[in-house]
């Protein structure tokens, strides 16, 4: 069995791979790891709970709630939340630890589980390996007045949308900008009009009736099209495109153009060199990131330190160098002053924020970057595991890269969260760039095969 945690939590079909029974012990197990790690005083450990509006997510909140609970953790549950709300929310209500069950932009019959530590971050490898051992380990579990209570708390939600709007400067006021937000009927269907709303912009809400069943369906970051035509539609100055956990935020300018993580980084980070509120003039990005945006920064003198990817490994570089902005091209973006995790609701608002200071539009901000023509490709039903180490796949990628020069880049990863394998290429053309792209993905087909 390989490893039960991927690079954002554990993940599976609801009720399949990711049944009640493992969510169970997974937060029995939690408990234990997540409380022996903290300092507790005379008081039991605390944890709060949030999910999206999966149907899943309710007999799996069942399942995480009663292990802790079972475990000697109180638990507040905090209802339906973005995943960064939980995570902001373990550290201000002086959680020990903190749970969100979402699978983010996967599709509705996936699930997963992740967990914050003290203070909001999410766990290294060594606090999640450690859960993985503890799995269905046998122990006393406490009695009586011993075991944890469980509450139910959704007035936290106003706490984290009152966090959103104070993370902008008090002389911000979003007024006069009209604003098409996708929630991908998901978990920000709530705070993030709200958020937006609060400080005067015109909202127009899209997909923002969750049923349980429509969480990422044709809708959110991963399915813009309906956005670009709401934004033309109503004249709107620019879309806003969650996803189901709304830990990730891409754009769409007035003229229904997408606007893609990178160039939201390239915009913010920009933003806080003027302000000089950029650590070291750095900005942490994975290696997914296009060249454009790594010719940009280094022509507006940012240094740019890359990483796997993954928000994850994106938050471990920036905590480690101490820097205060990071993301990804899909849209996770890291202000580490005002969060520990990637928020889609707080970057729309940084990004608006923008947009209001110096009066100009999404379109001219985003064109601090050129973008290059990119393909990416995913090959389902091959063997992920032998991506890194089989030599001809390796001599393939070599080739398509030395063949491009400095004019593109080619990038081969298995997914951390899907059983598939990512064929990246840039190249000068699109053509160029579909046709490399095309030739590898065969190779993976073949050298991979199952």
């Known amino acids: 069995m390989g490893r039960l945690f991927g690079t954002d939590g554990v993940r599976g079909v609801a009720n399949e791979e990711l049944t009640p029974e493992l969510a169970l012990d997974l937060a029995l197990a939690a408990a234990r790891v997540l409380s022996e790690s903290g300092e507790f005083t005379g008081h039991k450990p605390k944890a709060v709970v949030g999910r999206d509006p999966r149907a899943s997510g309710e007999f799996l909140e069942a399942a995480v709630v009663a292990g802790l609970a079972s475990a000697g953790v109180d638990v507040v549950r905090l209802g339906v939340l973005p995943t960064p709300g939980v995570a902001y929310l373990t550290g201000f209500s002086d959680a020990d630890f903190g749970v969100m069950l979402s699978a983010s932009?996967?599709?509705?019959?996936?699930?997963?589980?992740?967990?914050?530590?003290?203070?909001?971050?999410?766990?290294?490898?060594?606090?999640?390996?450690?859960?993985?051992?503890?799995?269905?380990?046998?122990?006393?579990?406490?009695t009586g007045a011993g075991v944890g209570r469980v509450t139910d708390d959704p007035s936290l939600t106003e706490s984290y949308v009152a966090h959103l709007v104070g993370s902008v400067d008090e002389t911000v006021r979003l007024d006069g900008i009209t604003v098409v937000v996708d929630c991908a009927n998901g978990a920000a269907y709530r705070t993030a009009p709200a958020a937006y709303e609060s400080l005067g912009a015109t909202v127009i809400g899209m997909h923002a009736e969750p049923d349980g069943t429509n969480i990422n369906q044709n809708a959110g970051s991963t399915h813009m099209e309906a956005l670009r035509s709401s934004v033309l539609q109503h004249g709107a100055d620019l879309g806003i495109a969650l996803d189901g956990d709304a830990d990730r935020c891409l754009a769409v300018d007035a003229t229904g153009r997408t606007v893609d993580g990178d160039q939201v980084l390239a915009i913010l980070a920009q933003t806080l060199k003027e302000a000089e509120l950029l650590s070291q003039d750095t900005v942490v990005a994975t290696v997914m990131s296009n060249l454009g945006f790594l010719r940009a920064m280094e022509a507006s003198g940012i240094r740019v330190l890359q990483t796997k990817v993954g928000d994850r490994y994106v938050l471990e570089a920036m905590r480690a160098g101490g820097f205060t902005l990071g993301g990804e091209q899909s849209g996770h973006v890291v202000l580490l002053e005002h969060a520990t995790t990637g928020d889609g609701v707080l970057t729309g608002l940084h990004l608006m924020s923008r947009m209001a200071n110096t009066g100009r539009s999404l379109a001219d901000l985003a064109s601090v970057m050129a973008r290059l023509p990119q393909v990416l490709m995913n090959v389902p039903g091959v063997d992920k595991g032998r991506a890194d180490s089989d030599v001809a796949l390796t001599a393939a990628v070599d080739a398509a890269a030395a063949e491009l020069g400095g004019s593109g880049r080619v990038l081969l990863r298995p997914s951390g969260t899907e059983a598939l394998v990512r064929v990246?290429?840039?190249?000068?053309?699109?053509?160029?760039?579909?046709?490399?792209a095309r030739e590898l993905a065969a190779v993976v087909r073949e050298r991979l095969a199952l």
Do not use: C, Y
């Open 105 to 142: 932009h996967n599709p509705m019959p996936d699930n997963g589980i992740k967990f914050f530590a003290r203070g909001g971050a999410k766990l290294d490898d060594t606090l999640e390996d450690a859960i993985e051992e503890r799995l269905g380990a046998r122990w006393t579990r406490p």
């Open 424 to 436: 990246m290429v840039e190249a000068e053309t699109i053509d160029r760039a579909d046709q490399v």
